[in-house]
């Protein structure tokens, strides 16, 4: 009963701020885009804290890049959680079911968030291919979870080749970031939030150096090795 009244007092409290910074950051997009990025880590981060989420951050984000980012996949606050330690300006590969709502569906189009529906091949394969445009042209960082949905039991899911493919197509490092506690907060299949801490921890990148070397299995099966480690499944 106490968890039930805890989601439902930070919900009318959390979710009209989330509305109205969207709509604020919406408006700014339109005159400079380049604040939005400035602008993130900060807003997620003070999210997450008014979600009762103890945030503690391991490691240190890369200056250079840009860089192909991969966490694992827990809980539905990964959208604050990784935007909260990226430098630079970013986009990611997203579900295209997150468009279904129109203030948060204008926010992702603000970042130019790529919308990807996993059912359908060519869509996601032309996913893909914008994302790696932005990547050789504006030099995006780009966000994907290769598990493609969130964990239902904890554990990491098998990873999905996309990201692989964008990562020797473009020549970019992948950088892992593990996350441990988002499950524990928030899984998919319970209604309730449990205040607590969670732990990003940052890897090392990937370089492109190793990719000849591994192949694509070998390197999904050291970045899926990284992920595990990072986020403590492996321990």
Do not use: C
Not at 105 to 116: N, V
């Amino acid at each position: 009963m106490i968890s039930y009244l805890y989601t439902f007092l930070i919900s009318i409290i959390v979710i009209p701020l989330f509305v109205a910074a969207a709509v604020i950051l919406i408006i700014v997009s339109l005159f400079a885009r380049p604040v939005l990025y400035w602008v993130a880590p900060y807003l997620s981060r003070s999210m997450l804290f008014l979600l009762g989420v103890q945030l503690k951050i391991e490691g240190q984000f890369p200056d250079n890049g840009p860089f192909i980012i991969m966490a694992n996949h827990s809980s539905f606050i990964d959208i604050f959680l990784i935007p909260s330690v990226i430098k630079g300006r970013f986009t990611a590969v997203a579900a295209k079911f997150n468009y279904r709502y129109p203030v948060y569906a204008q926010l992702l189009k603000s970042f130019r968030i790529i919308p990807i529906d996993r059912y359908n091949r060519s869509n996601a394969f032309k996913g893909i291919k914008t994302a790696e445009t932005l990547i050789r042209k504006k030099g995006y960082h780009v966000v994907i979870l290769p598990e493609g949905t969130r964990t239902v039991t904890g554990k990491m899911g098998k990873l999905k080749k996309g990201g692989f493919h964008m990562a020797v197509n473009t020549g970019t490092p992948i950088l892992p970031i593990g996350i441990h506690g988002a499950y524990d907060y928030k899984p998919q299949d319970r209604r309730t939030l449990k205040p607590g801490k969670v732990k990003i921890r940052i890897g090392k990148l990937v370089d492109t150096n190793q990719y000849d070397d591994l192949g694509l299995e070998g390197l999904i099966i050291r970045v899926e090795s990284e992920l595990k480690e990072l986020s403590g499944e492996a321990i």
